[in-house]
């Protein structure tokens, strides 16, 4: 299985470091790892057959960075998969060779898209899915929501995606402190105007208890409970 494994990096050179160097002897053969470094903080490799670096003019944002890899992979390349993970979080080569595991097993056949219980802390995209869904909405920009809007556009399409609690990371955000102000507030209206007229959105998690989590997340009604919200269809 050929996989490209992808990192946005925008300010946590110092964890990306440590965890590639850490990973490095274990990529398998035909594997290849891409870090975009939107940040343009001087990451300390030469670009070889197993690793390469692209520093763009100026910070693309989440969804479009996303798209640049799932393009790579899948319209420039001939990966079996794309593994995207963030920049501060504490991943291992234990979370890669998971997610290869999750692809390969046969009762996971019908998963289209792999996430950690912490949502898209780590992604992990077949290339059908992309065929189907097709890429990020780049409008929602520089973050926030644009992991939304991906799995409503899968929910109506009828594609699965699932968490896994094997491929859980440290908690942490790639976003947070990063952005604009008021980003949140201006991609959550945006979803909402996208979406609104066929889900409605009952609530926000942030600031949601864990018991109150729980219960959304356990309730039959609710279909979509999110790192951000929870929504349920109209009707």
């Known amino acids: ?8 990096t925008l300010s946590r050179a110092d964890l990306l470091v440590k965890n590639f160097a850490d990973f490095a002897p274990s990529l398998e053969e035909g594997d290849h790892f891409f870090i975009l470094d939107n940040g343009n903080q001087n990451l300390p490799w030469e670009n070889t057959s197993k690793y390469s670096c692209a520093t763009p003019p100026f910070n693309l944002g989440v969804s479009r960075s996303w798209n640049v890899f799932l393009k790579m992979a899948f319209e420039k390349e001939n990966f079996d998969a794309c593994i995207i993970l963030q920049d501060d979080i504490v991943w291992t080569t234990h979370h890669v060779n998971q997610a290869k595991n999750l692809l390969r097993d046969e009762k996971h056949q019908k998963v289209d898209l792999f996430l950690a219980h912490h949502q898209f802390s780590i992604q992990v995209h077949r290339a059908s899915n992309i065929h189907t869904i097709g890429y990020y909405d780049e409008t929602f920009s520089p973050a926030w929501c644009e992991d939304d809007d991906y799995a409503l556009t899968m929910i109506t399409k009828n594609r699965i995606y699932k968490r896994f609690h094997e491929l859980n990371p440290a908690d942490g955000s790639m976003t947070e402190g990063t952005t604009k102000p008021n980003a949140w507030q201006e991609n959550h209206a945006k979803l909402k ?32 409970a999110n790192d951000h919200l929870f929504i349920k269809p109209r009707g």
């Open 1 to 8: 299985m050929r996989t490209l494994i992808c990192i946005p």
């Open 193 to 224: 105007a996208k979406w609104g007229h066929q889900f409605k959105f009952l609530d926000s998690c942030f600031g949601v208890n864990f018991q109150d989590r729980h219960y959304y997340e356990s309730n039959e009604h609710i279909l979509f």
